[in-house]
T-cell receptor
Framework: KAGVTQTPRYLIKTRGQQVTLSCSPI?????VSWYQQTPGQGLQFLFE???????NKGNFPGRFSGRQFSNSRSEMNVSTLELGDSALYLC????????????FGPGTRLLVL | EDQVTQSPEALRLQEGESSSLNCSYT??????LFWYRQDPGKGPEFLFT???AGEEKEKERLKATLTKKESFLHITAPKPEDSATYLC??????????FGKGTLLTVNP
């Protein structure tokens, strides 16, 4: 089975721009979660989607948004980028029971200049 | 506030020198305790899931155990390729994982 894929793998943006990241889950997985990883804060939960519905959201500003499509693929968007948004953005998929194992993709490395 | 704390922050071992990593949690409603391994520049790789106190799981040189408030990852006779950051995470009923900051393990040949 193919793993979780994320595109693009690397991005460089400037402050004020917006960015869209994409995630394709493992085949058959209907839950997709997004996390931000930085050296200082570690892995922090952004949001989780199941069947195109957001079921939970972390403590991030409204500039961070996401969506899920009918084929379970997901995108996250960050508008008005700030320097502090530089991070590794990780997507994880699971089979969607309340607490099943989440499998992570390789991440998208975002650098904001 | 739900918290997951890992110790030590960093651990340096000689090849073959066994040790343990600790993950303690102050959470309500534990539904799963997860261990991951992360290599630099890569996403976390799943290792184990533990659901109830007393449960143990093994994979090669790694063994994970769970009590009511802690989990341990025991590494027996480690090799240099075991060098990585080991992350533990708590899963509740709210569809998210709460991660600790990780333990950076270095195994010298």
């Amino acid at each position: 089975k193919a793993g979780v894929t994320q595109t693009p793998r690397y991005l460089i943006k400037t402050r004020g721009q917006q960015v869209t990241l994409s995630c394709s889950p493992i085949s058959g997985h209907r839950s997709v979660s997004w996390y931000q990883q930085t050296p200082g804060q570690g892995l922090q939960f952004l949001f989780e989607y199941f069947s195109e519905t957001q079921r939970n959201k972390g403590n991030f500003p409204g500039r961070f948004s996401g969506r899920q499509f009918s084929n379970s693929r997901s995108e996250m968007n960050v508008s008005t980028l700030e320097l502090g948004d530089s991070a590794l953005y990780l997507c994880a998929s699971s089979s969607a029971a309340i607490q099943e194992t989440q499998y992570f993709g390789p991440g998208t490395r975002l650098l904001v200049l | 506030e739900d918290q997951v704390t890992q110790s030590p922050e960093a651990l340096r071992l000689q090849e073959g020198e066994s040790s343990s990593l600790n993950c303690s949690y102050t959470v309500s409603g534990l539904r799963g305790l997860f261990w991951y391994r992360q290599d630099p520049g890569k996403g976390p790789e799943f290792l184990f899931t533990l659901y109830s106190a007393g449960e143990e799981k093994e994979k090669e040189r790694l063994k994970a155990t769970l009590t009511k408030k802690e989990s341990f990852l025991h590494i027996t006779a480690p090799k240099p390729e075991d060098s990585a950051t080991y992350l533990c995470a708590w899963g509740g009923s709210n569809y998210k994982l709460t991660f600790g900051k990780g333990t950076l393990l270095t195994v010298n040949p």
